[in-house]
Every structure is written in structure tokens, then in C-alpha cells.
């Protein structure tokens, strides 16, 4: 209910640990004013993502909608072709700059990245993926969908241990199994009665789930970049932006202390809030020119702290 509603679901299918996920093979689908096409593997690429190829770059962008890149470009369901090509997410911008400057290396930067998942779900999705992918780089974002407010919290609703994912994986390849449960759950239940809503992710656990991606990175043999979760103004909604901040800096004092490169975009924090709106497409997602920036500031560190060594990394304007 978080991510789409019945009619906008399309582009989404279920995902025994982490719930939901893209659905593979998407070919320019509109979901939410967003064209999305996914490979075999669901990840938002027009190339196939396995075993790293013998000497290719590649960068993970590990993240939500803000990474998957929400409404970038924009498209207009009735103009499902009316779109400009070079409005791109960060991570395809920094292919495309990372190609141009390095033109006989293979260089992959891909989001690994779903509308609607907190760091509970990108560290439980790394977890699973990273030694098949075998990353140079992962850079990581997570933010709003921690502090958004619900029932439970995500380590409740999304039990990553091995019990309840072979349940859910029950459920979703048999169907007298799914009818079953069904109708168990229609039975009713004991009366929870009325619940006080909580972050889905607290803010202990969302500094906590960024120590563990960095460590299994490095654990992994790649470098990180932490980026503070993109927020347009603190007066639209006051409470969250106050979560948003307080998150955002437990983290950055977090990377701080464990030496890991963090970015954190003024222009794109509630600290520039009233001036900013030129860089957003409402209040949680930058727009296509919020992306650019994005690309431009990783491509900046990248450069100031050598992360990834000898590759050419050129200035890139917004």
C-alpha cells in the first residue's frame, strides 16, 4: 500500500524476503508518471547483471525511490513517448560520465534500488546479493520510507529469518497454499486493539543497518559512499522533516567515526528549504535536475578522495 495502489501495482511483484521488487522484462511501463524498464534480473538496466564480467567497474547504487529514480523523467501516460532521454537517475548519469571519460573500460553503474524500501530491506537485499554481484562500489541511500509511521515497525512486518521467508515463498508459488492462508487470516484473531504508529525503521536500527552495509561491503572488497537522504523543507510536514534531520545526522556522525566518504547535498536538505524547489519534484524526490547535481557531487568526491583509484573522473555541470 506504501509503494503503489491496485491500479498503479503493475510494475511490482512479490519478493519472498523483501516482500515486493520489480518485476523483470518491463519495457518502458508508466507506473506513477515514471517510464521503467527492467532487465532479466528486475534491476532498472538495459544490460543483463550476473557474475561481473573479467575487469569491468561496477558501482551499486543500493536505495529507494530516490535512487530508483521516481518521476525521472517525468511522463504523461497519454504521451507515453513525450519524454526527454537525457533526464536521468544519478546512477545512469554516472555511467554515462564514468564511460565517457574511460572509453576502453567496462564500466557498470546500476541502481539497486526499489520504490518503498527502508535500509532493513537494502541491507537484507545486499546481504543475499552482494557476492554475486561483487561490487567495486556500493554507494547507499536510504531515508524517508525509515521514518515514514506505521503499525509496525519493518523488523516485525518484514521477518528476514529463514522460517517466515520459506512461508512467504509457499505462498507465492502455490496457490492452494496462498487460498489457504487466506482464509486462516479471515477467521480473525485475538484483538491487537489500537496500535501507536512507529518509524518502520528507528533511528537506532537505521544508523545500525548503514554500519552493517558498509562493513559487508568492505568485508566484500568495495569502497562505500553514504549519501543524507535527499528532503525539500521542513514546513510541509514539520514532524517528519524533524525525523528526517535527526536520522540524517545520527549518520553522518556515524560515517564520521568509521571514516566512510559522505555526501550530503545542501541544496537537497530541508536546511535550504524555500530556495531549493528548483531541484525537487515534490517534496520527497528530486526532479531530473536534482539528479544531476546528485551525480555531479558523487562525481566530485569520487575525484577528492580517489575512490576509485586510477579511473578518469571529469567535472560534470548540473
Given at each position: 500500500m506504501q509503494v503503489a495502489n491496485p491500479q498503479q501495482s503493475g510494475i511490482f511483484e512479490g519478493d519472498p524476503l523483501l516482500l515486493w521488487r520489480l518485476k523483470p522484462n518491463l519495457d518502458h511501463a508508466i507506473w506513477d508518471f515514471t517510464v521503467v524498464s527492467t532487465n532479466a534480473q528486475s534491476f532498472r538496466a538495459d544490460y543483463p547483471i550476473g557474475?561481473?564480467?573479467p575487469g569491468a567497474l561496477?558501482?551499486?547504487?543500493?536505495?529507494?525511490?530516490?535512487?530508483f529514480g521516481y518521476r525521472v523523467p517525468a511522463v504523461w501516460p497519454d504521451k507515453p513517448n513525450d519524454y526527454d532521454r537525457d533526464w536521468l537517475p544519478f546512477p545512469m548519469l554516472l555511467e554515462k560520465e564514468l564511460r565517457k571519460a574511460n572509453p576502453n573500460r567496462h564500466i557498470e553503474v546500476f541502481p539497486m534500488a526499489v520504490p518503498g524500501y527502508t535500509s532493513y530491506q537494502g541491507l537484507a537485499?545486499?546481504?543475499r546479493d552482494i557476492a554475486l554481484l561483487q561490487p567495486d562500489m556500493v554507494i547507499a541511500s536510504f531515508g524517508w520510507n525509515d521514518v515514514s509511521m506505521s503499525d509496525l515497525p519493518d523488523r516485525e512486518t518484514i521477518d528476514t529469518r529463514w522460517f517466515p521467508v520459506?512461508?512467504?515463498?509457499l505462498i507465492d508459488h502455490s496457490q492452494a497454499f496462498a487460498y489457504a492462508?487466506?482464509?486462516?487470516?479471515?477467521?480473525?484473531g485475538p484483538t491487537q486493539g489500537v496500535r501507536t504508529p512507529v518509524p518502520r525503521v528507528s533511528e537506532t536500527e537505521y544508523v545500525e543497518n548503514f554500519k552493517s552495509i558498509v562493513q559487508l561491503a568492505r568485508d566484500h572488497g568495495a569502497s562505500v559512499i553514504v549519501i543524507g537522504a535527499p528532503y525539500r523543507d521542513s514546513k510541509t510536514n514539520p514532524p517528519e522533516a524533524q525525523l528526517m534531520t535527526r536520522y540524517r545526522t545520527a549518520l553522518k556522525s556515524a560515517t564520521q567515526q568509521s571514516q566512510t566518504p559522505y555526501l550530503e547535498i545542501l541544496e537537497l536538505?530541508?536546511?535550504a528549504g524555500g530556495v531549493n524547489e528548483g531541484w525537487f519534484g515534490e517534496l520527497i524526490h528530486p526532479n531530473h535536475m536534482g539528479h544531476r547535481l546528485m551525480a555531479s557531487e558523487l562525481l566530485k568526491l569520487m575525484s577528492q578522495r580517489r575512490l576509485l583509484g586510477d579511473l578518469q573522473i571529469r567535472e560534470f555541470i548540473p
Open positions: 557474475a561481473k564480467p561496477r558501482i551499486v547504487c543500493l536505495g529507494d525511490s530516490v535512487t537485499w545486499l546481504r520459506a512461508g512467504r515463498w492462508t487466506r482464509w486462516y487470516r479471515s477467521r480473525g536538505t530541508e536546511a
